[in-house]
């Protein structure tokens, strides 16, 4: 019998858990993060799901984030066409999802509140959420991820910036690696209508923070 839980017992358990979600580059690590130090909250990065212990992932059950143990290499992944990076990504979220969920149901077992940078789908936080306890954090233009991705000066930037200059044309692979943020296949999700409290980021130059800050924290109710 294969194990299944019903959403409204995981609605119940996680309902001091909030969830942004929306496009890379809104702006969504910033604000769980200050979310969490104004209110006291626990903060839940991009990769929480990284507390569950790699060596206990499987190959079968989950080969999406197995997926860096068996490829040949940096330059392999780099390489992927729009597609299959995309493709990939879904599987990886999908995989995520059961891995997120219980981490989440571990923490709020305190009773504290929780900020979560999800990548959870919609359909699935329709399920396990409502409206009050999700924000959708949106770009305009959605795409400037493609030129932006590496205005930002962190370890895993650098890493991945790394690797591009290792492969064999480099040049190449980093016009690959931009044109992965422009591709949107016919089954893409539509943030604009997901029937979620939604905030679109289309100031880039000035610091815009804690203007966020406030509506988010309205919005939740904190």
């Known amino acids: 019998m294969k ?11 996680l309902q001091n858990v909030y969830f942004i979600n929306g496009h890379s580059y809104a702006g969504k690590s910033t604000m769980v993060k200050m979310l969490a130090e104004r209110y006291g909250m626990i903060a839940c990065g991009e990769n929480y799901h990284d507390a569950f212990p790699h060596e206990k992932l499987s190959r079968w059950k989950q080969p999406g984030l197995c997926y860096f143990d068996t490829m040949s290499g940096w330059e392999e992944w780099l390489n992927m066409t729009p597609e299959e990076h ?26 504290e509140k929780i900020i979560v940078d999800t990548n959870i789908p919609v359909d699935i936080l329709r399920e396990i959420s409502d409206y009050r306890h999700v924000a959708i954090m949106l770009c ?12 930002r000066d962190d370890p895993e930037k650098k890493f991945m910036m790394e690797q591009i200059k290792r492969c064999k044309d480099p040049e190449a692979t980093l016009k ?47």
């Open 86 to 111: 995309w493709n990939w990504m879904e599987q990886v979220s999908r995989e995520c999802v059961e891995v997120e969920i219980l981490e989440l149901l571990k923490l709020s077992a305190g009773g």
């Open 3 to 13: 194990i299944q839980i019903s959403d409204n017992l995981i609605k119940h358990y």
């Open 176 to 222: 690959n690696f931009n044109s992965w943020a422009l591709y949107h296949p016919p089954e893409e999700i539509d943030w604009q209508h997901t029937g979620f409290f939604t905030y679109t980021r289309s100031d880039f130059e000035n610091d815009t923070r804690e203007e966020v800050l406030q509506t988010l924290a309205a919005h939740f109710g904190l």
């Open 140 to 151: 305009d233009p959605p795409d400037i991820t493609a030129t932006r991705f590496f205005d």
